[in-house]
């Protein structure tokens, strides 16, 4: 079973000093770097670390542009932040920052299989970006474990969060390109330790990245190796999500990023993507305050601001409302096969990612000859369903040649 790492605990005896020297390498002030309550009312400043270099040297998909040593990482583990090059689902570049977390022990002939995470929503603003956090470590569910069995674990925060670029939540072509891209740079960072073997893990928002990442693995990155996909309660149908969600203040701001995203990405081009065409006047007047905030760290600014758009934030559905009900149908996985086995877990009582939506999409992929191992998992929500999946995780891996090392 899974249990608190003794290193998080050992963490958080020690944390402020942990916090104090970690800021102190990083040039960062604590408004910069420390995401709170009450930081909404304070100027966010991009921490040097984050500063894209002028002029951006050149670098392919997945070149490193810097990198800096982390403290705090798990016992027998070291942990770098990265800023890297990528692509946008344009096919633009785009610079992406994340995080290399490695084992320190010796790596095994061939080297390590890599783990790279998809995470869950943290909001779309680059303050949220969680490597930039005090915990970069703590959205990665587990972390702990994956170390111990030897594997490499990387992530993106995603394009335009940390540093600078343009806004992809729930953008899928951006965020799977970012994820493999991410794989890249820790492959260049830590060089023969990391092997070309690849695996992908999601959660929420994370397990459509991570899907979106398998469509795009043998054309985008054909030189990785990748072996499984595993997602948790994945957002696999963005319409039936958003609409379905709209009712609570949760869905108020997921679809408040959603929406600000696909209008900043696809409304230069696309005609009658503009706001307006989708949203009442009074969720068009707030989506500005929403899109700054972080989910979680800032909760009582998003709620103060989005429970009186409950009922009064869609003027029109946009599964039947063109152009919205083709992009979200553009960014919804399940477009092509996964190329390799996949696992899916499902809390049955998430009330976010809908159990049934799940269980089609699972459908769907078998109905395409996906090898799927689909996990339901009882008396679990959204928050929890990544962590309850683990041990049925590291269970399934071995089964589909996705060990950390070659045997």
């Known amino acids: 079973m899974t249990t608190a790492p003794p290193w998080r605990l050992r963490m958080a005896l020690v944390a402020a000093l942990i916090a104090a020297v970690a800021l102190m390498l990083s040039g960062c002030s604590p408004t910069q770097i420390v995401r709170g309550e009450d930081d909404v009312a304070e100027q966010w400043t991009v921490p040097a670390f984050y500063k894209q270099p002028r002029p951006l040297p050149p670098g392919g998909q997945g070149e490193l542009i810097r990198s800096q040593r982390v403290l705090g990482a798990p016992d027998g583990s070291t942990a770098w932040r990265v800023l890297f090059h990528s692509t946008d689902t344009f096919g ?68 335009g969060m940390g540093t600078a670029g ?14 493999l891209d991410a794989a890249r ?8 330790d990391a092997s070309d073997r690849l695996v992908l893990w999601g959660h929420s928002q994370g397990g459509q990245a991570a899907l979106f990442a398998a469509q795009l693995a043998r054309a985008y990155a054909p030189e990785l190796d990748l072996r499984a996909v595993a997602v948790a309660a994945p957002a696999v149908d963005l ?19 959603a929406f600000t995203a696909f209008a900043e990405v696809y409304g230069p081009s696309t005609p009658g993507a503009e706001l307006d065409s989708i949203l009442t006047p009074a969720a068009v007047a707030a989506l500005p305050s929403m899109a700054e ?69 699972v459908a769907h992929e078998r109905s395409l000859g996906v090898d799927v191992t689909f996990e339901r998992i009882p008396d679990t929500g959204h928050g929890l369903v990544a962590v309850r999946a683990l041990d049925a995780l590291f269970d399934w891996l071995p089964t589909v040649g996705a060990d950390a090392s070659e045997h």
Request: glycine share 10%; proline share 8%; net charge negative.
């Open 166 to 179: 343009p806004n992809s939540y729930l953008v899928g072509g951006t965020e799977g390109r970012n994820v």
């Open 239 to 257: 319409g039936a999500l958003l609409q379905a969600d709209i009712g609570d203040v949760s869905g108020v701001t997921i679809s408040s990023y």
């Open 293 to 361: 905030l972080c989910l979680i760290a800032q909760n009582k600014q998003l709620h103060a601001i989005g429970q009186p758009l409950i009922g009064d934030f869609l003027s029109r559905d946009p599964e039947t409302t063109e152009p919205w009900k083709s992009l979200l149908a553009q960014n919804t996985p399940g477009a092509v096969a996964v190329p390799v086995p996949l696992f899916v877990a499902q809390g049955e009582t998430d009330s976010l990612v809908r159990p049934a939506d799940t269980a089609a999409f």
């Open 185 to 192: 740079a820790a492959r260049q960072l830590l060089g023969r």
């Open 92 to 159: 633009h570049p785009v610079v992406n920052s994340g995080l290399v977390i490695a084992p320190t022990s010796p790596a095994p002939e061939g080297g390590r299989t890599v783990v790279s995470w998809g995470h869950p929503t943290t909001g779309s603003a680059q303050r949220c970006a969680p490597s930039s956090g005090i915990d970069p470590f703590d959205l990665v569910k587990g972390l702990t474990d994956l170390l111990k069995h030897g594997y490499v674990v990387t992530y993106t925060d995603y394009t």
